[in-house]
């Protein structure tokens, strides 16, 4: 980092010369400081305008950014790239309605960029204007069809649309911008016979996609896999040795022995490699399964008499767009305290856990969720719940797997691919109803059809004792399996 009590340039070009080799370096204090100094010798320098923006955006101000990028515009009104940046800008904070005809500013420009109509296919995709979107995506991969940003919005576009056989393929675009931890000296498996292979799954998604994209373990065995192995989060082993067909569970980080194999793959690669399509989604619920030890340990600490409703209202608050799917706290869902009747559980976990020790006035919550060391934790207490509430996160996943009653709580901006568009269920998990914000941010809403909801299923709910019984009905025991883990 560079030592800012050292006395910068008085000359422009080396203080603006300074400024982008400090933030080539990443050196955001040292970058901002000698812009900041050029532009006390030139107030009006366009160029300068636009690199200080890239570091106060790297700072999250925002605001200042934003103003900064205005500032360049108004300087290079010619440039087309300062007003993509610009428009990129407006996106994250998401102006759409801003952000569209910055972006046709600079295409008017430069008609000729891929970039800028990626990132205006990504602003209307955002905007739910799809038709728009596509063309201008396809445009983008018409200039550079090896522009692996916009195949991936693509790629999103025709998954949430249901046009799997083309949203497949191009989902594979992300892997030119996000690591995949390839075995040395495997070759990867390309959709070819799996007869007498040996195939290690390699992680590179989150929980949540790990467990949705395992299904398909049964059906690669049924393609003649011999061995099929899974490399995962610590978190998920204990509950993936229920899963039939896996043979070899190892850690993430942990030392996986070539020989051992014949080929890998990713988890998004199954769904393509298996031809799915809506009406052929590998649907054999449940597929992962509760350890009755962990039911019984957990058992005593759940609520008796009354129908239980687990609770989780916040995801991981490193995924791109948790301030859209997670919910302000746990006071959004106070209302649905209204409905008499009900023993609500918090299976929340993380710094947000702990909200359920002080819940909500009139929220009777039994807190669990801050105790659980992992998911086979979380699915013992499912497993004797009778209903889920959760936002899209991991749970809910874990959720479906099992074969649990979920009802999933929606975005309307930037809703994930995979619960597709303006439907209430799922063909991933039959067991889930879908509940979707009206508007960008009307969660109010969402909890309003929720309690009414939750009002009609009690009424209908006639066995209240169900819930205690569930360990007894639909689990497989662990020991049985023959996984091992590595």
């Given at each position: 980092?560079?030592?800012?009590?050292?006395?910068?340039?008085?000359?422009?070009?080396?203080?603006?010369?300074?400024?982008?080799?400090?933030?080539?370096?990443?050196?955001?204090?040292?970058?901002?400081?000698?812009?900041?100094?050029?532009?006390?010798?030139?107030?009006?320098?366009?160029?300068?305008?636009?690199?200080?923006?890239?570091?106060?955006?790297?700072?999250?101000?925002?605001?200042?950014?934003?103003?900064?990028?205005?500032?360049?515009?108004?300087?290079?009104?010619?440039?087309?790239?300062?007003?993509?940046?610009l428009?990129?800008?407006?996106?994250?904070?998401?102006?759409?309605?801003?952000?569209?005809?910055?972006?046709?500013?600079?295409?008017?420009?430069?008609?000729?960029?891929?970039?800028g109509?990626?990132?205006?296919?990504?602003?209307?995709?955002?905007?739910?204007?799809?038709?728009?979107?596509?063309?201008?995506?396809?445009?983008?991969?018409?200039?550079?069809?090896?522009?692996?940003?916009?195949?991936?919005?693509?790629?999103?576009?025709?998954?949430?649309?249901?046009?799997?056989?083309?949203?497949?393929?191009?989902?594979?675009?992300?892997?030119?911008?996000?690591p995949?931890?390839?075995?040395?000296?495997?070759?990867?498996?390309?959709?070819?016979?799996?007869?007498?292979q040996?195939?290690?799954?390699?992680c590179?998604?989150?929980?949540?996609?790990?467990?949705?994209?395992?299904?398909?373990?049964?059906l690669?065995?049924?393609?003649?896999?011999?061995?099929?192995?899974?490399?995962?989060?610590?978190?998920?082993?204990?509950?993936?040795?229920?899963?039939?067909?896996?043979?070899?569970?190892?850690?993430?980080?942990?030392?996986?022995?070539?020989?051992?194999?014949?080929?890998?793959?990713?988890?998004?690669?199954?769904?393509?490699?298996?031809?799915?399509?809506?009406?052929?989604?590998?649907a054999?619920?449940?597929?992962?399964h509760?350890?009755?030890?962990?039911?019984?340990r957990?058992?005593?600490?759940?609520?008796g008499?009354?129908?239980?409703?687990?609770?989780v209202?916040?995801?991981?608050?490193?995924?791109?767009?948790?301030?859209?799917?997670?919910?302000?706290?746990?006071?959004?869902?106070?209302?649905?305290s209204?409905?008499?009747?009900?023993?609500?559980?918090?299976?929340q976990?993380?710094?947000?856990?702990?909200?359920?020790?002080?819940?909500?006035?009139?929220?009777?919550?039994?807190?669990?969720?801050?105790?659980?060391?992992?998911?086979?934790?979380?699915?013992a207490?499912?497993?004797?719940?009778?209903?889920?509430?959760?936002?899209?996160?991991?749970?809910?996943?874990?959720?479906?797997?099992?074969?649990?009653?979920?009802?999933?709580?929606l975005?309307?901006?930037?809703t994930?691919?995979?619960?597709?568009?303006?439907?209430?269920?799922?063909?991933?998990?039959?067991?889930?109803?879908?509940?979707?914000?009206?508007?960008?941010?009307?969660?109010?809403?969402?909890?309003?059809?929720?309690?009414?909801?939750?009002?009609?299923?009690?009424?209908?709910h006639?066995?209240?004792?169900?819930?205690?019984?569930?360990?007894?009905?639909?689990?497989?025991?662990?020991?049985?399996?023959?996984?091992?883990?590595?």
């Amino acid at each position: 980092m560079s030592d800012l009590t050292t006395p910068l340039p008085d000359d422009l070009e080396a203080c603006f010369t300074l400024g982008c080799q400090r933030l080539a370096a990443a050196d955001w204090p040292g970058a901002e400081a000698a812009l900041r100094r050029a532009l006390t010798l030139d107030p009006e320098c366009g160029e300068v305008w636009a690199n200080l923006a890239l570091v106060l955006e790297h700072a999250g101000q925002w605001a200042a950014a934003e103003q900064a990028h205005r500032r360049a515009v108004a300087a290079l009104p010619e440039v087309a790239q300062v007003h993509f940046n610009l428009g990129a800008l407006l996106y994250r904070e998401k102006q759409l309605i801003a952000a569209e005809p910055v972006f046709r500013n600079g295409l008017a420009l430069a008609p000729g960029s891929a970039a800028g109509w990626s990132g205006l296919g990504v602003v209307l995709a955002a905007a739910r204007r799809d038709a728009a979107a596509e063309t201008a995506l396809r445009r983008a991969l018409e200039l550079d069809p090896d522009y692996a940003r916009a195949r991936f919005s693509l790629s999103y576009l025709l998954l949430r649309q249901g046009r799997l056989a083309e949203g497949w393929p191009a989902l594979a675009a992300r892997e030119q911008f996000e690591p995949v931890p390839a075995p040395a000296a495997l070759p990867r498996w390309q959709g070819g016979d799996l007869h007498g292979q040996r195939l290690l799954i390699v992680c590179n998604v989150g929980h949540g996609d790990l467990i949705q994209f395992l299904r398909y373990v049964p059906l690669l065995r049924q393609r003649g896999a011999t061995r099929v192995g899974v490399l995962a989060q610590p978190a998920l082993l204990s509950v993936l040795q229920t899963l039939e067909g896996i043979d070899v569970l190892v850690p993430l980080g942990g030392h996986v022995e070539a020989a051992d194999w014949d080929c890998w793959t990713l988890p998004f690669d199954l769904p393509r490699w298996c031809a799915t399509r809506l009406h052929s989604i590998p649907a054999a619920i449940p597929y992962l399964h509760a350890d009755p030890a962990r039911c019984a340990r957990w058992q005593p600490r759940l609520p008796g008499g009354r129908p239980r409703v687990g609770l989780v209202w916040r995801g991981n608050p490193s995924h791109e767009n948790d301030s859209e799917r997670s919910l302000p706290g746990l006071a959004s869902l106070a209302p649905l305290s209204q409905v008499a009747g009900l023993a609500f559980v918090s299976l929340q976990h993380g710094a947000d856990a702990a909200a359920a020790l002080a819940p909500p006035a009139g929220l009777s919550l039994t807190p669990l969720g801050g105790e659980f060391s992992d998911f086979a934790d979380t699915a013992a207490v499912l497993a004797q719940l009778d209903l889920l509430i959760s936002v899209d996160t991991a749970v809910a996943h874990l959720a479906g797997a099992l074969g649990r009653p979920c009802w999933l709580l929606l975005p309307d901006y930037l809703t994930d691919w995979r619960w597709l568009e303006r439907r209430n269920d799922s063909p991933w998990y039959p067991g889930h109803r879908l509940f979707r914000q009206p508007r960008p941010g009307d969660w109010a809403e969402v909890i309003r059809q929720v309690r009414t909801a939750l009002s009609d299923w009690l009424a209908s709910h006639v066995n209240c004792s169900a819930s205690a019984e569930v360990c007894q009905f639909n689990l497989r025991v662990a020991s049985a399996s023959r996984t091992n883990v590595g």
